[in-house]
């Protein structure tokens, strides 16, 4: 456990309610300054409400929370002045240039005219966007907007950054533009708390995960930590023909005593397991009764398995955001 000094954030039994709806019940968490933790959830888990209450703009139901040594409800003129919040949609002004925004940005935070320019263009040039700095944010792709926003939130570098799933809807290498962005802001000295619906996402850059779903806190640990949570393994099965997909589940299922799940292949199935000799076993039974493989494979279980483990269900980042959390942005 850190020492308390240690951490950037500390929450006890955080709790926000709309009406009867419980957007986060009960929340526990830990943040190490200087770390990247990541928050791992489906939209509608409970994410964005958990940040929108460590940053102030949201006051909880109940329990406690300081962020950078400072109470979220007490003190919120403190937290206030040495965090950034980057949420999931573009905060700047659409019709004005880059490099305008970053300069009003600049003198609404307190830089002088020439002071505001010259952080204007450092920005555009750390975030590979000086050669569209005079062009009109309509005009960005969404990588850039991203990028921008992200710039923007930096002007004053912060103790503490919140990006709230700052990759959602990008090509991957945008996306990759904006790991190496994270990565460098913690090379800083910055704190970051990412919420995603990717868990690579959360696998390359986050030091611990706590994986949120319908408000509460199911896991949390490091990667490493959560995948050996689940078992010591995982076992995919390709077959040849579909219509024996049901028939190789049970076979399985009765065999390891525990869940097969069908993959969206109508072929495929996953099964996660804690004893690979055993796991062996039950893969051989498979052709003895009259079950045609294609392929299989073993290894460590991903956290995409690792969430199907814990909720049942797999991650669903495509899905419609629930009307609450959609309420509460």
Partial sequence: ????????????????????????????????RGSVYGVLGPNGAGKTTLVRMLATLLPPNSGQAKVLGHDI?????????????????????????????????????GFKGRAAKARADELLAAFDLADAANRQIKNYSGGMRRRLDIAASLVVTPDLIFLDEPTTGLDPRSR???WDIVRALVAEGTTVLLTTQYLEEADQLAERIAVIDHGVVIAEGT????????????????????????QARQIL????????HP?????????????SSLATAALAE???AGIVLAGFSMGQPSLDEVFLALTGRPPEPTRAAKDVEGAAQ
């Fill in 1 to 32: 456990m850190s020492s308390q000094h240690e951490l950037a954030i500390q929450a006890r039994q955080l709790t926000k309610h709309f009406g009867t709806t419980k957007a986060v019940n009960g929340v526990d968490l830990n943040v190490r």
């Fill in 263 to 275: 993959e969206p292949d109508p072929t495929a199935l996953t099964v996660q397991y804690s004893d």
């Fill in 73 to 109: 409800v007490t003190e919120a003129h403190h937290v206030r002045s040495r965090i950034s919040l980057t949420g999931q949609f573009a905060s700047v002004d659409e019709d004005l240039s880059g490099r305008e925004n970053l300069i009003l940005l600049a003198r609404l935070l």
């Fill in 253 to 260: 299922s009765d065999y390891l005593l525990t869940a097969v």
């Fill in 223 to 246: 990667s490493r930590e959560l995948k050996a949570s689940v078992g010591s393994g995982v076992m995919h099965v390709q077959l040849q023909e579909p219509e024996q997909r049901e």
């Fill in 286 to 288: 498979l052709p003895k």
């Fill in 176 to 178: 990759n533009q904006v």
